[in-house]
């Protein structure tokens, strides 16, 4: 199994920055794909960003130029650095993984989600 530790949110005021972590571990062969969603009460859960092992990345239009993904592989940690936040971001922040273990079968795996409260 792959289980994944998130850290760093919280309550900030709008204009505010945060960082999230989101740390794998277990029986890890290789991590393809990293990253973060986010849902507000009431609401789905929306792609934020994402990044592949070749450090490509994706963005919501709603973050473009205020966030950015990045990842240390040698941790098997992805990171969201979040600057400028408004109210519209207070949402739990669930980070995802997917890539394969030891045994060579492929997972996707969620994080347990971490609130983000912005205020105004």
């Known amino acids: 199994q792959v289980q994944l530790v998130e850290s760093g949110g919280g309550l900030v005021q709008a204009g505010g920055s945060l960082r999230l972590s989101c740390a794998a571990s277990?029986?890890?062969?290789?991590?393809?794909?990293m990253g973060w969603y986010r849902q507000a009460p009431g609401k789905q859960r929306d792609l934020v960003a994402t990044?592949?092992?070749?450090?490509?990345?994706e963005y919501a239009d709603s973050v473009k130029g205020r966030f950015t993904i990045s990842r240390d592989s040698a941790k098997n940690t992805v990171y969201l650095l979040m600057n400028s936040l408004t109210p519209e971001d207070t949402a739990v922040y669930y980070c995802?993984?997917?890539?394969?273990?030891?045994?060579?079968?492929?997972?996707?795996?969620w994080g347990q989600g971490t609130q983000v409260t912005v205020s105004s």
């Open positions: 995802t993984v997917d890539g394969s273990y030891v045994s060579r079968s492929r997972f996707v795996s």
């Open positions: 277990g029986s890890v062969f290789s991590i393809n794909n």
């Open positions: 990044i592949t092992a070749g450090g490509d990345t």
